[in-house]
């Protein structure tokens, strides 16, 4: 009868997928999990119980949350829902105004920043601006001082009445749309503003730049952006220029305006200053899914990566270079995210995430998949934000959970953990070091954030004084049995009645919310050991070893379902008192063979709302010969 024992010291490959169950030699197995529920891989390797949600809001519908930037400490945060805009500045909603999208509409919306402003974009809406003019938010179109122009008819002649003023216009065969209203056009490189359409050959206009003559020309270029051809999908600032990607008659194509002039798209003569524009041209055609501001400016589309460079960029040094052939998801917008100077960006098959880094000695992007060891929990993304100061990415999936990914390259570090609540996460965004989230729940949409001094979702977290025993403030929750911690230790759960809880006895602190679950199983040991025989034959836990870190409660599972460790001493705990954080050993031993090498020996599992964070385990076993 073999011995064996074994220390687990980290987790920071995360959970893995059940395809690599059979690489044993995988340096992966060694520091990786079968299970990672409601937990996050620190940086040093150890996992901890996620924190709970804190409730801010009931939202009206589904809605899209873009975080943004106005000021050094505080966090703003827009709320975009069916023709409705709210703004929302630590975590109180500020401002509300209509807006011109629709709840179908969501899914495609982009958004870049410049400055005090944020621009929404959309393929089939004007570009929308909401800025604070310093004593209120407004939001209406974005003004194109120059409209980039663009031909996209060839062989019909258009003549003018006169060169400046008031024209007719003539063409010798069906050209002009109603669309075309209210659009510039250019004939000889000349601008002029069609006011009105009379005919598929007859239009009115007001010149703006002198026309060179009368005679019939067919030098004629429209409006590339508007209501005719499309309005823009993406865009970003780039070197002091508004970067515009893809519209609808021209997916492929790239706008960059005047250098300093975000309005001005007017490629005039080909000055250094001047607006450019240029198509992708390759064996295949991309749309345009997203424009990024990094080292370079990178351009994702439907079916490649891109770098464009110059330096600075003008008309004369940009260069344009295809990368990669990955591709971005075209259902939806789901904007690139930079973590350490790479760019991880949702690959188009809705099973990976994709690190888009460059790399000096080639001086080329390179595309590694984040998300290999992991497959199983990339289920067609929705939405992704990164907190820097705990250094996870969060994705949100088409099936309501969460994939968090705890990237730190510099302790080689790239574990993925999954997160799930009573109820479907839909949306997450970033600001200002916030995690806000979009979630599903109880037939409603719920605003709720991250908040690490909770352990419950969706939750309250309030004081009175003198103390109460009836506590209001869970309209939100009614009819739900909600998890409770009063004055800081468990105190089990209540139901919801009249928008508020019960307790048995007056308190003076208490967090309420919805119980969650962490778990965390290891590997098959059979098949995460050195040796191949091992799997087969029966195994037995003598004990296990859990080292903990500031860990109040805690509990396991040896084989005889999930039990609490008694580790707080009676002569420094008060019953009903906050439990104290233990740091140390728990040893427990176990009993009993185990003839299925697929099933775990240990299981950490438990729905109490305060803090646990499990650095290693150390395993005895015995093994029949």
Excluded at 167 to 176: G, R, S
Excluded at 190 to 205: E, G, I, K
Excluded at 283 to 306: K, N, P
Excluded at 600 to 611: A, D, F
């Amino acid at each position: 009868m073999a011995a064996n024992r074994r220390l687990k010291a980290s987790f920071a490959a995360g959970e893995l997928a059940p395809e690599l169950y059979g690489r044993a030699e995988l340096r992966a197995f060694e520091n990786g999990a079968r299970r990672l529920a409601n937990v996050v891989i620190q940086p040093t390797g150890g996992v901890a119980r996620r924190a709970g949600l804190r409730h801010l809001a009931t939202l009206p519908g589904p809605a899209r949350i873009i975080g943004f930037e106005l000021g050094s400490d505080t966090a703003h945060l827009a709320v975009l829902t069916d023709a409705l805009l709210i703004l929302m500045r630590d975590d109180v909603e500020v401002a509300r105004m209509a807006a011109p999208w629709t709840g179908a509409m969501l899914a495609q919306i982009a958004h870049t920043q410049s400055a005090d402003a944020l621009l929404l974009l959309h393929p089939d809406m004007p570009p929308q601006r909401l800025a604070w003019n310093g004593s209120a938010w407004t939001l209406g179109a974005f003004p194109f001082l120059r409209a980039p122009l663009h031909s996209f008819v060839e062989g019909v002649a258009i003549t003018p009445s006169a060169t400046s003023g008031t024209v007719t216009l003539t063409a010798d065969a069906p050209f002009f749309q109603a669309g075309h209203a209210g659009q510039e056009m250019a004939l000889d490189g000349q601008r002029l503003r069609v006011t009105s359409v009379a005919s598929a050959t007859s239009a009115t206009a007001t010149v703006i730049d002198t026309l060179l003559g009368t005679a019939p020309t067919t030098a004629v270029q429209e409006a590339a952006i508007g209501p005719l051809r499309g309005w823009p999908v993406t865009a970003c600032f780039h070197q002091d220029r508004l970067v515009l990607g893809g519209v609808r008659a021209l997916t492929n194509r790239l706008f960059f305006s005047r250098t300093g002039a975000a309005g001005n798209f007017d490629t005039g003569t080909g000055l250094d200053d001047q607006a450019i524009a240029f198509g992708l041209v390759s064996d295949q055609a991309h749309a345009i899914r997203g424009v990024f501001s990094g080292r370079h400016l990178q351009v994702f589309t439907s079916g490649a990566e891109w770098m464009v460079t110059g330096d600075p960029l003008t008309p004369a040094s940009i260069q344009l270079h295809r990368q990669t052939r990955v591709g971005s998801p075209v259902d939806r917008m789901v904007p690139p995210v930079d973590v350490d100077g790479a760019t991880l960006f949702v690959a188009r098959a809705g099973q990976g995430l994709v690190e888009f880094a460059y790399t000096d000695l080639s001086d080329t992007y390179q595309a590694n998949d984040l998300a290999l060891v992991a497959r199983h929990l990339m289920r067609a993304p929705q939405s992704m934000a990164y907190d820097q100061a705990g250094r996870l990415l969060h994705v949100v999936m088409a099936d309501g959970s969460i994939a968090t990914l705890t990237l730190y390259r510099a302790e080689q570090v790239t574990a993925w953990t999954r997160q799930e609540t009573a109820g479907a996460f839909r949306a997450v965004a970033e600001a200002n070091g916030r995690l806000y989230l979009m979630v599903e729940r109880l037939g409603s949409y719920r605003l709720e954030r991250f908040d690490a001094s909770l352990g419950l979702d969706a939750a309250i977290a309030v004081t009175a004084e003198p103390a109460r025993a009836i506590w209001p403030g869970l309209a939100h929750l009614e009819g739900a049995q909600v998890g409770l911690l009063v004055d800081g230790a468990p105190a089990g759960s209540a139901r919801v009645a009249g928008g508020s809880v019960t307790l048995d006895a007056p308190a003076g602190a208490l967090q309420a919310g919805l119980a969650f679950t962490h778990v965390i199983e290891p590997l098959p040991i059979g098949l995460a050991g050195p040796s191949g025989s091992a799997a087969a034959a029966p195994i037995r836990l003598v004990a296990a070893t859990f080292r903990l870190l500031a860990t109040p409660a805690f509990a396991v599972d040896l084989g005889r379902g999930a039990q609490p460790v008694p580790f707080r001493r009676l002569d420094t705990a008060l019953l009903d008192a906050a439990p104290t954080p233990f740091t140390g050993d728990v040893t427990l031993r176990a009993l009993g063979w185990r003839r299925d090498a697929m099933a775990p020996l240990w299981r950490v599992e438990g729905s109490t709302p305060l803090p646990m964070v499990l650095l290693s385990v150390t395993t005895e076993m015995r093994m029949k010969d």
